[in-house]
C-alpha cells in the first residue's frame, strides 16, 4: 500500500454507511477513482462539503493494487465552481459533461485530455454569458473527441461524398449523404452550429445552438458509450424539448 496525492473532480458520491461515503473522481493519472471517504457523512465533518458534486479538490489517498475502493486520507477544496452551482440552468446543464466524463473515462488509466476537457469546460461555463445550451455542446462535443470517438464532419462517414447543406446524421460515425443511411436529418442551422462546435478547442463559439444539436449529441454520446443518460433526461424534464431518437430536423 502507497500513499498517493492527486487531483480530481468529484463525479459523484454514495452513502456508503451512517457516516461514511463513496466518492469517484475523475483524476488525470488514474482516470476515474473511487475512494471512501470514512466521516464525511458526520455532522460537522469538514470532508462533507469539499466532496461534493462537480468540486475539483486536491486529495491524498492510500492506493492498493486490486482494490476496487482507495481509502481516503486527506482531501481540500480547489474550485467549488460556485457560479454554476449557484444557476438551475448552469448546473442541470453542466450535469450532461460530467456524467459524459464518468461513462467514458476507465479505472487506474490516464485519463489527463478528458479531465482537462472537463476542467476547462466546468470554468468557462462558470464565466459564460451566452446560452448555455451552446456552451454545454460544445463540452460534450469536446469531451467525444477526447473520448476517442469525434464524429466525422467532413465528408459522408459512409461513402465519402460530399455532404449537402442539409444532410442526414449517423450515431455510428456522423454525417451522410443524401443517398446513404442516416438516423435523421440536420436542419442547416444545426449543421452549421455542429461544425462551428467541432472546430473550436480554445472556447466556445458563439454561435446559435439549436436544441436539435443537444438531442444528436445526446443519442450520438449514448451510441458510443452505450448508455443512456439521466442527465440529458433531466435536462429535457426541466427546460421542455423532448426528442426521440427518430425526431427528425
Not at 128 to 147: D, F, K, N, P, S
Request: net charge neutral.
Amino acid at each position: 500500500m502507497s500513499q498517493e496525492t492527486a487531483e480530481g473532480v468529484v463525479l459523484r458520491g454514495v452513502d456508503f454507511s451512517e457516516t461514511s461515503r463513496i466518492v469517484t473522481l475523475l483524476t488525470p493519472n488514474r482516470g476515474k477513482l473511487a475512494c471512501l471517504a470514512k466521516g464525511a457523512r458526520r455532522k460537522n465533518s469538514r470532508l462533507g462539503p469539499v466532496l461534493d458534486t462537480f468540486n475539483r479538490v486536491e486529495l491524498i489517498y492510500y492506493w492498493k493494487e486490486g482494490r476496487q475502493v482507495q481509502n481516503l486520507a486527506e482531501a481540500s477544496l480547489l474550485d467549488a465552481y460556485t457560479p454554476l452551482k449557484q444557476d438551475l440552468e448552469r448546473s442541470a446543464y453542466a450535469g450532461f459533461p460530467l456524467e459524459l466524463a464518468y461513462k467514458v473515462a476507465h479505472e487506474n488509466e490516464p485519463s489527463r485530455v478528458i479531465y482537462d476537457v472537463l476542467t476547462q469546460g466546468l470554468a468557462g461555463l462558470c464565466a459564460w454569458t451566452g446560452e448555455v445550451r451552446a456552451h454545454a455542446c460544445w463540452q460534450v462535443m469536446r469531451l467525444i473527441c477526447a473520448a476517442g470517438f469525434a464524429p466525422v464532419m467532413d465528408a459522408c462517414v459512409h461513402c465519402g461524398a460530399e455532404v449537402p447543406a442539409s444532410p442526414g446524421f449517423s450515431y455510428d460515425g456522423g454525417v451522410t449523404c443524401g443517398r446513404c443511411r442516416a438516423d435523421r436529418r440536420l436542419s442547416p442551422a444545426a449543421w452549421a452550429a455542429l461544425q462551428a462546435l467541432g472546430v473550436a478547442e480554445a472556447a466556445c463559439p458563439r454561435v446559435a445552438v439549436p436544441a436539435e444539436v443537444f438531442h444528436v449529441l445526446r443519442f450520438y454520446a449514448s451510441r458510443h458509450a452505450e448508455t443512456e443518460f439521466k442527465s440529458a433526461r433531466v435536462i429535457e424534464e426541466m427546460f421542455g424539448g423532448r426528442w426521440s431518437e427518430n425526431s427528425t430536423a
